[in-house]
């Protein structure tokens, strides 16, 4: 059934219909659409899926899909343009330029954490470089993918956007086809499994993956405002965030005032009964609820700790004094808990860190501007905010993935167009002066190898030494003309 | 001998270190490469001509000019490369900084190929070494003289804590995939690309592989015809045809074929002589196993040799050879031919050549010949592969300019120039806060209110071109 779904795909890719920008645009507007038409629909399917608030919905899932469709629309044609390269002295002549082009057919893997961006942002770079795209929603989030399938056949073109719905068995039966490009958003161990099957194929893949983003609150800083961001990223969606703040790494003496601002925060977003707040998260099934509370065995809870297995509901939880080998420490929590480790010095915060996978983002809560240029130095991640959280997935010229365990290659705005894109290299050269190229056929003599190495370095295109040399005297030279032509204008005529 | 283990030790520890962050440092390595090639062209020479009988003009210009040009690029660029480039801000940000930075990934793996024994290992060294990272390098164990060439001079002019070269056979490699790296660089073929693809997806190592397949020549409509043939001769023969962006086979019409025969058959005599076996200009295959195979493929072929053929086992020298009369299923048109045999595969239309192009995989290159620019445009269009050149062959991957790479099964990623340096880098986004603007910043907080989701979705929607870079608050 799969095999059947993506040989059609390829079938519609082949016809060369998503090709023309026109079309590209087209299909840009439909999901424009298919989301501002259905935004009810979704945002019930969401509340099912993960008690999504109703205002969560538009401000973490489609007001950024919105926009990135716009983008995408209005800057489709500079995308799309060949970009002109630099060329060499024997190449002067040539047309010497990059040509982004489709791949072919795209594998895009869902989330279940965000089911409407995840699977939609990497869908608009998809479409907007020309391919054709296979989109499988992740069967956790079980309504809005149902409600994707039946509604992208209504508005984009569905040979060319299947759905595929289904669990593990039907993944698996995906990936042994081949594609050519596979874009996958999940977790660390899939991902390697999700790598190794492209890999029989030869088949190119974009990883967002996730890790522990540590969270370092300086002693110099504004630590009201900084809880309050943080609080803002880390219970969002009940914590479920591949870019919430894992944990904090502060100094000792201000752990009490770090939880303390936790806790007046967390009162004044979710009020006394976070259960009862219609903004406060569910998580998404037994299994991570369970998982999630058996991290926290052990440590102690400095604020929340609460839980109801009927509803899926974890407390807004922070713990303190958190040991650094202890189970919650050893993988991404994905949860409303918030461990608080201590750490006197910088440096020691900055080993910390490296010690472990380099991590998906990082945030550094600081006015000491030595501080955070050393975090930043020293230290790498997928991306970086300073004095705020996650803010940085927003901005669509800042390339959005991992490092290392956090992932592999990068997308939002122009980015995914350039994932999704084959970025040709065109010399267009015509058959004229061929005397030129006889520096470089054999038989060879000295004098042909001489004038072949001249033709074909590049250094006196390139040496900014010299380009600066050429620039300062011809200033000179037509500063000088135009003085003299001055001269000449203004000179009263002789009487 | 040191071994695997302890070589990547040091080099991951050296990383650690910090040394090879700082820019004077990569600039220091970057010109202790250029001082290893300006003081060894004799030797590096020699060393090529023992394994491949490389031609000095050949070598000259695809091995040492080459990677020369490239690391005076990478040095006279460095300092803007590693700068951060700013990206555009909206009014919602504008008092942030959001920048793009670019960082070392960590220790690296470059392994290399024999056809190009220098070139395909030290270019993506330079961009290792601009890009801030230590790297550990395989060359190819089949270039056995230019492997202990490289083994004995790397460790003299560059830093030894954080640049090693290993040396062993597939065995050795397969140890080596073991372990962990931040970041794989491989050329050669598909088969054990595979297996490369297989061993990083254990560490989620991201990959560059340069690998190769047949690279198309369309040769079609009006063109001027003696050179065309030149520059086709001058592409397929170069290092006896052991190239990956060698034009592997030619498409063209009967009459074309039979015009171009002539021409080809001049343009082998005014470059090789009349006895091409004692042209110092013409190279060899490199071993005898290499050299088998293809005489075994000539042999399983149907077509007819009307060019060249003879051979000589003693000096693996094998004859610039032109094949005609085949069929699609010839042997000589089931794998990449690499080396000096050409067959030409005649078509009816322009149509049939595209689709022909179409059915098999996406080459590393794609060649199209014509004085018409409307037959060159429409070959680009309706094509993939990793590069294009129209009226030439092989030229286009001197440009430093150009990203030299392939697409589907002729590879993934690509490098020379600047684009080797962003292989080796991670693109790190950044986003630097204030602290101000709280309270614009708390219509994001919960609890949620339709007048707060009203003002974001204001402030988000901003119309006007150039101010749509941040979707929320």
């Given at each position: 059934?799969?095999?059947?779904?993506?040989?059609?795909?390829?079938?519609?890719?082949?016809?060369?219909?998503?090709?023309?920008?026109?079309?590209?645009?087209?299909?840009?507007?439909?999901?424009?659409?298919?989301?501002?038409?259905?935004q009810a629909d979704i945002t019930a399917a969401l509340k099912q899926d993960l008690n999504r608030s109703e205002f969560d919905t538009p401000l973490f899932e489609l007001i950024g899909?919105?926009?990135?469709?716009?983008?995408?629309?209005?800057?489709?044609?500079?995308?799309?343009?060949?970009?002109?390269?630099?060329?060499?002295?024997?190449?002067?002549?040539?047309?010497?330029?990059?040509?982004?082009?489709?791949?072919?057919?795209?594998?895009?893997?869902?989330a279940w954490n965000y089911p409407w961006a995840l699977?939609?942002?990497?869908?608009?770079?998809?479409?907007?470089?020309?391919?054709?795209?296979?989109?499988?929603?992740s069967?956790l989030s079980q309504n809005s993918?149902?409600l994707?399938?039946?509604?992208?056949?209504?508005?984009?073109?569905?040979?060319?956007?299947?759905?595929?719905?289904?669990?593990?068995?039907?993944?698996?039966?995906?990936?042994?086809?081949?594609?050519?490009?596979?874009?996958?958003?999940?977790?660390?161990?899939?991902?390697?499994?999700?790598?190794?099957?492209?890999?029989?194929?030869?088949?190119?893949?974009?990883?967002?993956?996730?890790?522990?983003?540590?969270?370092?609150?300086?002693?110099?800083?504004?630590?009201?405002?900084?809880?309050?961001?943080?609080?803002?990223?880390?219970f969002a969606n009940c914590g479920q965030t591949?870019?919430?703040?894992?944990?904090?790494?502060?100094?000792?003496?201000?752990?009490?005032?770090?939880?303390?601002?936790?806790?007046?925060?967390?009162?004044?977003?979710y009020?006394?009964?976070?259960?009862?707040s219609p903004d406060y998260g569910r998580i998404i099934?037994?299994?991570?609820?369970?998982?999630?509370?058996?991290?926290?065995?052990?440590?102690?809870?400095?604020?929340?700790?609460?839980?109801?297995?009927?509803q899926c509901y974890?407390?807004?939880?922070?713990?303190?004094?958190?040991?650094?080998?202890?189970?919650?420490?050893?993988?991404?929590?994905?949860?409303p808990?918030?461990?608080?480790?201590?750490?006197?010095?910088?440096?020691?915060?900055?080993?910390?860190?490296?010690?472990?996978?380099?991590?998906?983002?990082?945030?550094?809560?600081?006015?000491?501007?030595?501080?955070?240029?050393?975090?930043?130095?020293?230290?790498?991640?997928?991306?970086?905010?300073?004095?705020?959280?996650?803010?940085?997935?927003?901005?669509?010229?800042?390339?959005?993935?991992?490092?290392?365990?956090?992932?592999?290659?990068?997308?939002?705005?122009?980015?995914?167009?350039?994932?999704?894109?084959?970025?040709?290299?065109?010399?267009?050269?015509?058959?004229?002066?061929?005397?030129?190229?006889?520096?470089?056929?054999?038989?060879?003599?000295?004098?042909?190898?001489?004038?072949?190495?001249?033709?074909?370095?590049?250094?006196?295109?390139?040496?900014?030494?010299?380009?600066?040399?050429?620039?300062?005297?011809?200033?000179?030279?037509?500063?000088?003309?135009?003085?003299?032509?001055?001269?000449?204008?203004?000179?009263?005529?002789?009487? | 001998?040191?071994?695997?283990?302890?070589?990547?030790?040091?080099?991951?520890?050296?990383?650690?270190?910090?040394?090879?962050?700082?820019?004077?440092?990569?600039?220091?390595?970057?010109?202790?490469?250029?001082?290893?090639?300006?003081?060894?062209?004799?030797?590096?020479?020699?060393?090529?001509?023992?394994?491949?009988?490389?031609?000095?003009?050949?070598?000259?210009?695809?091995?040492?000019?080459?990677?020369?040009?490239?690391?005076?690029?990478?040095?006279?660029?460095?300092?803007?490369?590693?700068?951060?480039?700013?990206?555009?801000?909206?009014?919602?940000?504008?008092?942030?900084?959001?920048?793009?930075?670019?960082?070392?990934?960590?220790?690296?793996?470059?392994?290399?190929?024999?056809?190009?024994?220098?070139?395909?290992?030290?270019?993506?060294?330079?961009?290792?070494?601009?890009?801030?990272?230590?790297?550990?390098?395989?060359?190819?164990?089949?270039?056995?003289?230019?492997?202990?060439?490289?083994?004995?001079?790397?460790?003299?002019?560059?830093?030894?804590?954080?640049?090693?070269?290993?040396?062993?056979?597939?065995?050795?490699?397969?140890?080596?995939?073991?372990?962990?790296?931040?970041?794989?660089?491989?050329?050669?073929?598909?088969?054990?690309?595979?297996?490369?693809?297989?061993?990083?997806?254990?560490?989620?190592?991201?990959?560059?592989?340069?690998?190769?397949?047949?690279?198309?020549?369309?040769?079609?409509?009006?063109?001027?015809?003696?050179?065309?043939?030149?520059?086709?001769?001058?592409?397929?023969?170069?290092?006896?045809?052991?190239?990956?962006?060698?034009?592997?086979?030619?498409?063209?019409?009967?009459?074309?074929?039979?015009?171009?025969?002539?021409?080809?058959?001049?343009?082998?005599?005014?470059?090789?002589?009349?006895?091409?076996?004692?042209?110092?200009?013409?190279?060899?295959?490199?071993?005898?196993?290499?050299?088998?195979?293809?005489?075994?493929?000539?042999?399983?072929?149907?077509?007819?040799?009307?060019?060249?053929?003879?051979?000589?086992?003693?000096?693996?020298?094998?004859?610039?050879?032109?094949?005609?009369?085949?069929?699609?299923?010839?042997?000589?048109?089931?794998?990449?031919?690499?080396?000096?045999?050409?067959?030409?595969?005649?078509?009816?239309?322009?149509?049939?050549?595209?689709?022909?192009?179409?059915?098999?995989?996406?080459?590393?290159?794609?060649?199209?010949?014509?004085?018409?620019?409307?037959?060159?445009?429409?070959?680009?269009?309706?094509?993939?592969?990793?590069?294009?050149?129209?009226?030439?062959?092989?030229?286009?991957?001197?440009?430093?300019?150009?990203?030299?790479?392939?697409?589907?099964?002729?590879?993934?990623?690509?490098?020379?120039?600047?684009?080797?340096?962003?292989?080796?880098?991670?693109?790190?986004?950044?986003?630097?806060?204030?602290?101000?603007?709280?309270?614009?910043?708390?219509?994001?907080?919960p609890?949620y209110?339709?007048?707060?989701l009203?003002?974001?979705?204001?402030?988000?929607?901003?119309?006007?071109?150039?101010?749509?870079?941040?979707?929320?608050?």
């Amino acid at each position: 059934m799969e095999k059947l779904t993506v040989d059609e795909a390829r079938k519609a890719f082949s016809s060369g219909r998503s090709r023309p920008l026109q079309y590209r645009k087209q299909q840009l507007r439909a999901l424009l659409r298919l989301i501002t038409e259905h935004q009810a629909d979704i945002t019930a399917a969401l509340k099912q899926d993960l008690n999504r608030s109703e205002f969560d919905t538009p401000l973490f899932e489609l007001i950024g899909l919105e926009h990135e469709i716009k983008v995408a629309e209005k800057e489709l044609s500079d995308w799309a343009s060949p970009q002109p390269a630099r060329k060499s002295l024997v190449t002067i002549n040539d047309d010497v330029y990059i040509q982004a082009e489709p791949l072919g057919v795209v594998l895009i893997i869902g989330a279940w954490n965000y089911p409407w961006a995840l699977t939609l942002q990497p869908l608009i770079g998809a479409i907007a470089a020309g391919n054709a795209a296979v989109v499988k929603p992740s069967e956790l989030s079980q309504n809005s993918s149902s409600l994707l399938k039946q509604l992208l056949p209504h508005y984009l073109d569905k040979e060319m956007y299947p759905v595929v719905t289904g669990g593990v068995p039907e993944t698996q039966e995906l990936l042994r086809q081949c594609f050519d490009h596979i874009f996958y958003t999940g977790n660390s161990t899939v991902g390697k499994l999700i790598m190794e099957a492209a890999a029989r194929h030869l088949t190119p893949v974009t990883l967002e993956l996730g890790g522990k983003s540590p969270c370092y609150i300086d002693k110099n800083c504004d630590i009201a405002v900084a809880c309050r961001r943080i609080t803002w990223g880390k219970f969002a969606n009940c914590g479920q965030t591949c870019i919430a703040p894992d944990y904090i790494l502060c100094h000792p003496s201000i752990q009490n005032k770090v939880i303390e601002e936790l806790r007046l925060t967390l009162l004044e977003f979710y009020g006394e009964e976070p259960q009862t707040s219609p903004d406060y998260g569910r998580i998404i099934n037994q299994r991570h609820f369970e998982r999630v509370l058996t991290l926290m065995e052990g440590c102690t809870v400095a604020v929340g700790g609460g839980s109801d297995k009927t509803q899926c509901y974890i407390a807004p939880t922070v713990l303190r004094d958190v040991l650094p080998h202890s189970r919650i420490m050893q993988e991404e929590i994905f949860g409303p808990v918030l461990p608080i480790i201590s750490i006197s010095d910088v440096s020691e915060v900055i080993h910390f860190i490296n010690e472990r996978e380099k991590p998906l983002a990082l945030y550094v809560f600081s006015s000491d501007k030595k501080v955070i240029k050393r975090m930043l130095n020293e230290t790498t991640s997928g991306g970086v905010v300073v004095n705020d959280v996650m803010m940085h997935y927003t901005v669509t010229s800042l390339p959005f993935g991992g490092v290392g365990n956090s992932g592999m290659g990068r997308y939002h705005g122009k980015h995914t167009f350039d994932q999704l894109s084959h970025h040709r290299a065109c010399l267009i050269k015509s058959l004229a002066m061929e005397s030129l190229n006889k520096a470089r056929y054999p038989p060879l003599t000295p004098s042909r190898l001489r004038r072949a190495k001249f033709f074909m370095t590049s250094r006196l295109c390139t040496c900014a030494q010299a380009t600066c040399a050429w620039a300062v005297i011809a200033t000179m030279l037509a500063l000088g003309l135009l003085i003299a032509l001055l001269i000449v204008l203004l000179k009263d005529p002789v009487a | 001998m040191e071994s695997q283990k302890k070589v990547i030790e040091r080099l991951r520890a050296a990383f650690r270190s910090g040394v090879t962050i700082p820019q004077h440092f990569r600039l220091t390595q970057l010109k202790a490469l250029l001082s290893l090639l300006e003081e060894n062209e004799t030797q590096i020479l020699e060393a090529m001509h023992k394994d491949l009988a490389k031609p000095k003009f050949e070598a000259v210009l695809s091995e040492i000019d080459l990677v020369v040009n490239d690391v005076c690029f990478a040095i006279n660029n460095l300092h803007s490369w590693m700068q951060p480039n700013y990206v555009g801000t909206n009014l919602a940000t504008k008092l942030d900084d959001c920048f793009v930075r670019r960082e070392p990934l960590g220790v690296v793996l470059i392994i290399g190929a024999w056809n190009y024994p220098l070139q395909l290992i030290l270019l993506p060294l330079i961009g290792a070494i601009a890009a801030g990272n230590c790297a550990l390098m395989k060359p190819s164990e089949i270039s056995a003289a230019t492997e202990k060439l490289l083994a004995d001079l790397i460790p003299r002019y560059l830093s030894q804590e954080c640049f090693a070269v290993m040396c062993g056979g597939a065995e050795e490699t397969k140890q080596l995939l073991e372990n962990r790296f931040d970041h794989i660089f491989y050329t050669g073929s598909q088969a054990v690309a595979r297996s490369i693809l297989q061993a990083a997806a254990v560490h989620l190592t991201p990959v560059t592989l340069e690998l190769g397949g047949k690279c198309p020549c369309l040769i079609y409509g009006r063109l001027d015809i003696k050179a065309a043939a030149k520059r086709l001769v001058w592409a397929k023969y170069f290092n006896a045809g052991q190239s990956c962006v060698a034009p592997d086979y030619v498409l063209c019409t009967v009459e074309m074929r039979d015009a171009l025969l002539p021409a080809i058959t001049q343009a082998i005599e005014e470059f090789y002589g009349s006895q091409i076996q004692k042209s110092v200009d013409y190279g060899r295959i490199v071993t005898d196993r290499h050299w088998d195979r293809l005489i075994d493929l000539l042999g399983k072929s149907e077509g007819k040799v009307v060019i060249g053929g003879e051979i000589d086992k003693e000096e693996k020298y094998f004859a610039p050879t032109v094949i005609i009369d085949l069929q699609e299923s010839d042997a000589l048109m089931q794998e990449e031919i690499f080396g000096p045999i050409l067959p030409i595969i005649t078509i009816e239309s322009l149509e049939q050549g595209i689709n022909f192009i179409n059915q098999r995989e996406k080459p590393l290159a794609l060649y199209a010949f014509s004085d018409e620019p409307q037959i060159v445009t429409t070959v680009l269009e309706r094509t993939s592969s990793g590069g294009f050149c129209s009226n030439d062959g092989i030229v286009h991957m001197t440009l430093p300019g150009l990203p030299f790479g392939g697409v589907g099964a002729s590879g993934m990623g690509s490098y020379h120039g600047r684009w080797t340096f962003e292989t080796f880098s991670h693109r790190r986004g950044c986003m630097f806060r204030g602290w101000g603007l709280e309270r614009i910043g708390a219509l994001r907080y919960p609890p949620y209110k339709e007048s707060n989701l009203s003002w974001l979705r204001w402030a988000t929607t901003a119309k006007k071109k150039g101010w749509g870079e941040c979707s929320v608050l």
